[in-house]
């Protein structure tokens, strides 16, 4: 059984990775997919529109029931990061049961496979201590450097400028809407992290500076795939 126990109003660090390690993304349609996943399965009502023919900028809004308040995300080539708000009862776990088995049906159909595409259930962990808080947003919002730049976990980045022109240009993430930049600005509730963190502007020059100051040890405990 699940060790966590999912509560209302609290928030979580998600996390789950592709069986054997495997790649769950395969091209640019696939993270598209995920990302309109994300935004389609939030809801207490059936998903209807399974098969998506456009851009997820481009939805118009429609009446829905939340489950979760999605923080942040980013989604790396073989795993993914989410922080979620539980805002319906049992929300944490019909939102990832809907999207865990809704993406493995069409990339299973896309790519003529079956079975599991995840390495079982999806692991989670309360975020319960302001230490905590305040530096996962910012982790999981790095975690794209590990394609480029895997050093700067341990603060040995030679050239901050490009790593951070980097994280400006990688879409797979939440960083862009949290920057000011449009992205997928549907799929996430901002208002909280950037009410805590001082808006955008402060948030771009914080996570720079946590990046030069990064000490991996402050959040291992939650950082669930180490």
């Known amino acids: 059984m699940r060790k966590v126990r999912f509560i209302q109003n609290n928030i979580y660090h998600i996390y789950n990775r592709g069986v054997e390690k495997r790649n769950i993304f395969m091209d640019n349609s696939d993270y598209f997919r995920f990302i309109h996943d994300l935004y389609e399965f939030n809801d207490e009502n059936p998903a209807f529109n399974i098969y998506y023919k456009t851009p997820l900028q481009s939805y118009e809004a429609k009446p829905r029931k939340l ?7 980013v989604l790396m080539p073989n795993h993914f990061h989410l922080l979620l708000k539980e805002i319906s009862e049992n929300g944490i776990s019909n939102f990832m049961h809907k999207l865990g088995g809704g993406y493995t049906m069409s990339f299973n159909q896309k790519y003529e ?4 595409l995840f390495q079982g259930s999806f692991k989670a962990i309360l975020i319960n201590q302001d230490s905590h808080f305040i530096h996962l947003p910012y982790y999981i919002h790095l975690n794209p450097l590990d394609l480029i730049m895997p050093e700067w976990r341990t603060r040995a980045i030679n050239d901050y400028k490009k790593a951070m022109e980097f994280l400006e ?3 797979w993430s939440s960083h862009l809407d949290y920057i000011g930049k449009q992205n997928f600005p549907s799929v996430t509730h901002r208002e ?11 948030y771009r020059k914080v996570i720079f500076q946590w990046l030069k100051d990064i000490d991996l040890e402050e959040i291992k405990p939650i950082m669930l795939e180490k």
């Open 67 to 73: 489950l979760v308040e999605i923080l942040a995300f």
């Open 192 to 202: 909280f992290l950037l009410d805590f963190f001082g808006g955008q502007e402060e």
């Open 169 to 171: 240009n990688y879409r």
């Open 113 to 116: 496979r079956s079975g599991s």
